[in-house]
């Protein structure tokens, strides 16, 4: 995964709450066999709206996005983590995530940042005629105006964010133990060792 | 090691303790990993996209099942007949393209040995006992049956396995379902599993990894052991376990992937140290007497919906929890069901029997036995009997058991996930009622506006008979 240091850019002042991952893509984009391309799925019940905010202009593109309490309820599929990034979304803003996404996102290198309500209501307000800053590093949320919020991050998230480390690349740095725990298997366990 | 009692669930864990990290989770082993078309695609891409390989492709079986038709699917010939949806064929032809690819070995829809990937891992003895089992599918609880750690993963988990053979893991709280007791007459493993989920509702095992213990579970078959295992994620459990036993190593004996000559004595020697020690803590316990249970079935939306078939659709009043009162009057309304109608009294026109909860080989004898003979109800427009794999089809057809639910008025069909979920042409019609053998009630799960209601198989086919739900006690 590529290292996440900052964020920044214009930020989609979506705020709706309790979005499931139904609404952010549906279940008929399940049957994909890639991860590309759920960006034309991704929110498809709100983009029939012509005014919708992730078609238009000035927001295509932002690769951040402000949203309402419990983002990302619902089934467990990582398709809606996938959607998200085809969108060109890299973080989301919002006062609560349901676990399973953040941690689907997570793996798959969104930053999901948890702020109070007024700060989200101040960033909503500023999003709407400019960019908005995301350092991971010093975990801070700031705008053009001296607004500068904090947020809390799980410290090995913000770790493997930081570094591009995908759980599966940190795995792999592991790979003498488990080599090591193969060769034990291998003699005490044979028959689970190999498969006849 | 310090020699505190354990439990079965402890002892497989620490037996596949790679690394225990600083914040107790760990990176636990994976023994075995099943793979199928509808959850592997994009792990196989995100592989390809990093240049990474898989860690250990012989620990590895790619099986499709969710997708195939059960319809013949090859022509006269050998050659595949075109399958009608094309993002369906687009998954098939992944797994078909991503297997080889990678270096594993695929169990493909032309071989013998196909069937739904829960059905052919104990089958060929890849799934053992003790072993960590993992599969992107939440159904791989099945394998418990064995008194293997098995549980279904994210799309994201099958490719860390894949890369790596692990997975980083926090331990699970542990709970005992204690059955004890002999089962009455015409009370399967299916009606077992049906009324623990009654009893401890959809969300009661959440946390937890279920281990299913007691006389009236020791006296199951393997094949019954793997129906209620299969269901613990049903109850919201990571996973089901039950003990390996005599009856655990002489069917998993001889099977194509089990060992063999002196690694056999060894391999059973350490299943027969997995049992819970005495005095080993569970953090949960719950107590179920056989003679308790009947056979049930399922009148809602949810597995937890369950009532004996001499009982009567209840009334969202009889909940004390205003939210599952509300869901039961949606419920009612989905299934168009009335409060204080009589099971029995409801007409079906469906009835599926197959799913890896129900289509090996002693559940179609089971269902065979009742419809001997017999014939459908009229009204039963649509019955279709759907083996868990190739092997079971050819066991079946062996013993006669196809002609038997040929005569019955039943499809007999190729082997799959089939109408246990309507991903392949398998779907129950909108508004129409089916007993079925599978295990999730779920709006829509057997196709758009599809009504289900969980049963045995023993029940699937008296209520084919009776055109309603059936107790088949109450068959002559
Ligand atoms: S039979 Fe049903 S529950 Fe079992 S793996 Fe297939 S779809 Fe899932």
Known sequence: MEPLREVSGRAIPFGRKNVDTDVIIPAKWLKTITRDGLGRGAFESLREDPANLFDSPEYTGSPILIAGDNFGCGSSREHAAWALLDLGIKAVIAPSFSDIFSSNAFKNGILTVVLPQDAIDRLMTVARTDPIAIDLEQQSVTTPFQDRFRFEIDAFRKHCLLDGLDEVGLTLSRDSAITTYEKHAAAAMPWLAQTA | ???????????????????????????????????????????????????????????????????????????????????????????????????????????????????????????????????????????????????????????????????????????????????????????????????????????????????????????????????????????????????????????????????????????????????????????????????????????????????????????????????????????????????????????????????????RIEDLRAAAAVLKGKVKASNVTWAIVVPGSGLVKHQAEAEGLDRIFTAAGFEWREPGCSACLGMNPDKVPPGERCASTSNRNFVGRQGPGSRTHLVSPATAAASAIAGKLADIRALD
Request: glycine letters at 10%; a negative charge.
């Open chain 2, 1 to 359: 090691m310090a020699s505190r009692p354990r439990t079965l669930y402890e002892k497989i864990w620490d037996a596949h303790v790679v690394e225990r990290r600083d914040d107790g989770t760990c990176l636990i082993y994976i023994d075995r990993h099943l793979v199928h078309e509808v959850t592997s695609p994009q792990a196989f891409e995100a592989l390809r996209l990093a240049g990474r390989k898989v860690r250990r492709p012989d620990l590895t079986l790619a099986v499709p099942d969710h997708n195939l038709p059960t319809t013949a699917r090859r022509d006269a010939a050998g050659r595949r007949m075109p399958i009608a949806d094309a993002q369906s064929a687009q998954q098939l032809e992944a797994l078909e393209r991503n297997a080889p690819e990678f270096g594993i070995r695929l169990i493909g829809d032309a071989d013998a040995e196909q069937g739904i990937v829960h059905v052919v891992g104990p089958e060929q003895g890849f799934s053992l006992p003790g072993a960590t089992i993992v599969c992107g599918d939440s159904h791989t609880a099945s394998h418990g049956g064995l008194g293997a750690l098995a549980f279904g993963i994210g799309t994201s988990e099958v490719e860390h396995v894949l890369a790596t053979q692990t997975l980083l893991l926090a331990q699970s709280k542990t709970m005992e379902v204690r059955v004890e007791g002999r089962l009455g007459p015409g009370v399967s493993a299916k009606d077992v599993v049906l009324h623990i989920g009654g009893v401890l509702s959809a969300s009661g095992g959440t946390g937890f990894v279920v281990e299913y213990t007691g006389s009236a579970i020791r006296a199951l078959s393997i094949e019954g052991r793997l129906t209620v295992s299969n269901m613990a994620i049903e109850h919201g459990a990571r996973a089901g376990l039950i003990a390996p036993d005599d009856k655990t190593f002489a069917y998993v004996k001889g099977r194509p992937y089990a060992p063999a000559g002196s690694d056999w004595d060894r391999a059973v020697a350490w299943w027969r140290s997995l049992a819970t020690d005495p005095g080993a803590a569970y953090d949960k316990i719950v107590l179920i007497d056989a003679a308790d249970i009947v056979p049930s079935v399922t009148w809602g939306t949810s597995p937890e919906d369950v009532v004996p078939i001499t009982g009567t659709v209840p009334a969202p009043e009889d909940f004390a929890d205003p939210s599952k009162q509300d869901a039961a009057r949606k419920s009612l309304e989905y299934m168009g069901l009335t409060a204080g109608q009589k099971l029995t009294d409801i007409e079906i026109q469906n009835v599926f029997i197959g799913s890896c909860t129900n289509s």
